[in-house]
């Protein structure tokens, strides 16, 4: 983990009270990644799989009962943000660490206009007058490509389509010029064109303010467009990271392998998908040893008892799992 | 006490303008009131009518010594008082509508065929009678709703927004109140508080809360979870600020409704309490009261409970109209069109 990380999380926990009293269940392990400053990080996994969890850990927005589990380490900026007293983490949010959701039709307050609300985010941590702040909201419709701003401000979230909702979402996340934006599935719940417009728009305002990305998503193809480097979780843990070439074109763990394997082809229609036999686990189902192993086609002697440590491939690619550190150590 | 009505009449003015600005400016509600205004003309002009002869009814002041005679000397008059001349404008006793002889007895009238609606059984015209009971009304549902909305919001938001032991104290009082009788429970804080205007609205109000409260703990738990709520926290809004910005402007139709319907149901609920002689001086329900004992006989005295009922169900009507027409316009999510 280099030093000059913009955002390094480190063993990273989450537990949720389990069906029996005093007992926590994980639902995010020991994950650790890091983000350079102005880099696009893809965190990839199934649903279920801890990827929002980890992403609202790095907010202290964990939803109640969940908790931080003792021992995690979010460093943002060389700052301790497990540490850091309420008010500062508020002032953080929005200011220095941006997000956007999943869903943009319901992520808008539905009696407030388009503007008005990303003027509030402005007016949240900036002293700026109403006017100066009206102005700044204008230019960032702008910037986020919404057309005629200026009617755009008065509009009602319901006289927006989900595209412009996602814009207006990017606006208010983008609004004070974030170092950290953390995209939670921003394209999930929009069509196909709209989705490439949305993730051109994402990748341009990445490129031209130096702004890291943290993508959340389950879809390579968005993986594909923006991502410079890709961390694929499984059940809680992240299971292998490397750049986006090094894991679209030569995954070594044999989940990646499986879920690139599983991506429809034009090529191959008509043919039978290919498939990951068995199903996700369920948090405090976890399987012990490697957890991918009863679904795993290379599963040998250790995976079913010992837990695999990440093995590095090279600089940049490392994946945990015991067949690749047999194939990397002969 | 007359200064104190004519301080509430500038004040209602003042804010009647402030509002009338405020719905200018914003276009969302400039729009919905225009349209309100379209859907129910009859109903709002009948309750503009209302509010008209009740705000006539509470600027009242007292006549120089040099002008007044015995009757009005020293006690203030308000304007209803100043058109009808109560004083002198009066009977012996009953006397039927236009009427130009006494009901019973038939002797002829100090006033005849001045009073429209006739007079009751202590000779007072049955008209002046009748709008001097739309000030008491609107008063009855105005106040009350005053203790009522801002009770409600307060333990319901929080109750919703916060939940754990704040939920469990809010609830259990909700609980506790809901099942106790709230008439007797009324009753009860009556003879506790004493009676007078302002004691039995603060009664109506305590008992008239959970009703309202249970729909906004609701609504709230609700607008909690909303994407929106979970957006603002990643903005770094503070708990305040959500409830302020995000969830009380989401409430505002449930509001709005909630005040006119809780207003229709109160002042119909006065009628109940002059029924059982704790209910306001000049109410419709007292006038209600007292023709009761009129309808039993031959001929029947109708004119002082058809006076009462007809204002209150026209008066009750022309709210619930409003209030529902208000249900469809206020939510912005019912609108569909887009930009």
Request: charged share 20%; with cysteine; proline share 6%.
């Amino acid at each position: 983990m280099s030093a000059a990380a913009l955002l390094a999380v480190e063993g990273l926990s989450i537990s949720f009270p389990g069906a029996a009293a005093g007992e926590r269940m994980r639902v995010v392990d020991r994950v650790s990644l890091s983000i350079a400053p102005g880099e696009t990080l893809a965190l990839v996994g199934e649903s279920g799989c801890g990827k929002s969890m980890s992403a609202l850990a790095v907010m202290r927005l964990v939803p109640k009962p969940g908790r931080i589990e003792a021992g995690s380490r979010i460093a943002f900026e060389g700052r301790d943000l497990l540490s850091l007293p309420v008010p500062e983490m508020r002032a953080l949010r929005g200011a220095r660490i941006g997000m956007i959701f999943q869903e943009p039709m319901t992520s808008l307050n539905p009696v407030v206009t388009a503007g008005e609300q990303v003027r509030e985010a402005i007016e949240l941590h900036a002293p700026l007058s109403r006017g100066d702040a009206r102005k700044r909201v204008l230019e960032l419709f702008a910037q986020v490509g919404i057309p005629d701003p200026a009617t755009r401000f008065d509009a009602y979230p319901h006289q927006l389509s989900g595209g412009l909702k996602q814009r207006v979402m990017i606006a208010m996340a983008m609004a004070m010029r974030p170092r950290l934006l953390i995209a939670d599935e921003p394209t999930t719940a929009l069509d196909a064109t709209i989705r490439a417009q949305i993730l051109e728009l994402l990748r341009n305002l990445s490129a031209s303010t130096g702004t890291a990305v943290l993508l959340i998503t389950h879809d390579f193809g968005v993986v594909n467009e923006v991502a410079d480097r890709v961390a694929v979780m499984y059940a809680g843990g992240i299971v292998e990271t490397g750049t986006r070439h090094e894991l679209l074109s030569r995954p070594r763990h044999p989940y990646t392998q499986g879920l690139l394997r599983s991506i429809p082809r034009p090529e191959a229609r008509g043919g039978r998908l290919a498939e990951i036999a068995g199903a996700v686990p369920r948090p405090g189902h976890w399987p012990p040893g490697c957890r991918f192993h009863p679904r795993c086609p290379h599963a040998f002697q250790p995976c079913p008892v010992e837990e695999p440590q990440p093995t590095g491939v090279s600089e940049t690619q490392a994946a945990s799992c015991h067949l690749v550190a047999r194939e990397v150590g002969s | 006490m007359h200064q104190v009505s004519n301080i509430v009449v500038v004040l209602l003015a003042l804010g009647a303008v402030w509002l009338w600005r405020r719905v200018a400016q914003d276009r969302f509600w400039r729009e919905n009131t225009l349209a309100l205004w379209r859907r129910r003309r009859l109903a709002v002009l009948t309750v503009g009518v209302y509010v008209a002869i009740a705000l006539l009814d509470s600027i009242a002041w007292i006549d120089p010594a040099s002008e007044a005679n015995a009757l009005t000397s020293g006690k203030p008059r308000t304007i209803i008082d100043r058109i009808f001349q109560p004083e002198t404008f009066r009977e012996a006793s009953y006397s039927a509508p236009l009427a130009r002889v006494s009901f019973y007895g038939g002797q002829p009238l100090a006033h005849p065929g001045k009073h429209l609606l006739g007079t009751d059984l202590l000779g007072r015209d049955v008209v002046y009678r009748t709008l001097k009971g739309v000030r008491v009304a609107l008063l009855i549902g105005g106040l009350t709703s005053l203790v009522v909305i801002p009770i409600a919001l307060l333990f319901g938001v929080s109750a919703g927004y916060w939940g754990g032991r704040i939920d469990d104290g809010v609830f259990f009082a909700m609980t506790v109140l809901a099942s106790v009788p709230s008439l007797l429970l009324l009753i009860a804080l009556i003879m506790v508080l004493g009676k007078g205007t302002v004691q039995v609205c603060v009664a109506l109000g305590v008992t008239g809360w959970v009703h309202f409260c249970r729909i906004a703990r609701g609504e709230t738990l609700k607008l909690r979870e909303a994407d929106f709520v979970a957006a603002a926290r990643a903005l770094g809004v503070s708990d305040g600020a959500i409830i302020r910005r995000h969830i009380l402007p989401n409430l505002a139709h449930l509001v709005i409704i909630t005040f006119a319907l809780t207003f229709t149901a109160l002042v119909l609920s006065e009628t109940i309490l002059s029924y059982l002689g704790i209910g306001l001086d000049g109410s419709w329900g007292q006038m209600i009261d007292q023709a009761r004992n009129e309808l039993s006989r031959t001929p029947i005295v109708w004119w002082n409970l058809a006076g009462a009922s007809v204002a209150l169900f026209a008066l009750v009507l022309a709210v619930n109209l409003i209030a529902d027409a208000l249900r469809d316009i206020v939510d912005p999510r019912t609108h569909r069109e887009e930009l």
